[in-house]
């Protein structure tokens, strides 16, 4: 699906025909690129391998690098996990639908290509009308990672995603601006007590207030099990860089006053700093800047799923 400027992409509204076209693009193998609360992802038949691949294609993202899969309600997850702990349904029930990711032994419906071959399998049920309708008529759990190529910013918006990916998919489905922004969080509930592999929208005193004890430390030599935990990630294309305070003519994103019109001044309240990020990221680096600068979010706890995606942006490329 591609217009005539090269840049823009075809963007469908979530209406009742759109959403029967799409879901039975799904069924027959192809993609769909369905907004969530978090952001927009890129989806196909979780029980599909044919399908999957071409997830892994279109994004350029290494194969061993697991997907998400997506449920609409708690009968699908029979499909999805083999394995049921008190921990999962504690935050199962808490949480979902919402940015929250558990990490499970994985059901034989589920092939490798979806867990890079780990036996685990992360599952969630996203908090978006759209992405909730279009698992429900397509009656098959989807994986979904966000729209974007391997490494670069995920879309928050539907004009957003990447052209290279709109091209591939059968539709890219309209659901405004994602209410969270950020990725969700995602927490390996096969493993006692549970542990945060990825930093997300329910940040880790909420996890733990639901759970009623700590989480435990992921050792550093596990890295690898969370292949999300690349060093760089989420990031633009210009370098990013921490000041305490941004120059007058700096391009970047601030606390205060913008001081010209390439300076953004972003919330203090964590959950609305994350949900504008990547937009105004975006919106930046479309300018071709020399630098994006960003002045220091506070140190409290609540911060932490900012700091980890605004760590890997900032993290130097290797090409
Ligand atoms: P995304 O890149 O937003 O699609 O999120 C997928 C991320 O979830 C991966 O990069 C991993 O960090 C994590 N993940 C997915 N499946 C698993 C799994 N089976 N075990 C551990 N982490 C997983
Ligand atoms: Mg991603």
Known sequence: MR???DDDVVISPPTPLNLQIAADALLRGELV????ETVYGIAADATN???VRQIFAAKDRPADNPLIVHISDFVQLEDVVSEWTDAADVLANRFWPGPLTLVLKKSEMIPNEVTGGLETVAVRMPD???ALEL??????PLAAPS?????HLSPTRAEHVDPRIAERVAMVLDGGPCRIGLESTVVDVSVDPPRILRPGGISRGQIQAALGRPLGQLPPSDVRRSPGMYLRHYAPKAPLEFVEALEPDAVGLGFGTPRNDRQIRMPDDPNAYAAGLYAALHRLD?????VIYVEHPPEEPEWEAVHDRLRKA??????
Request: charged share 20%; hydrophobic share 35%.
């Open 314 to 319: 900032a993290e130097p490329s290797k090409d």
């Open 33 to 36: 690129c369905m907004p969530t």
């Open 286 to 290: 479309a300018g071709n800047p020399a």
């Open 49 to 51: 391998p044919e399908a």
């Open 147 to 151: 729209a974007n190529r391997f490494m």
């Open 128 to 130: 978006h009308p759209v």
């Open 135 to 140: 698992i429900e008529l397509a009656g098959i």
């Open 3 to 5: 217009s005539d400027s």
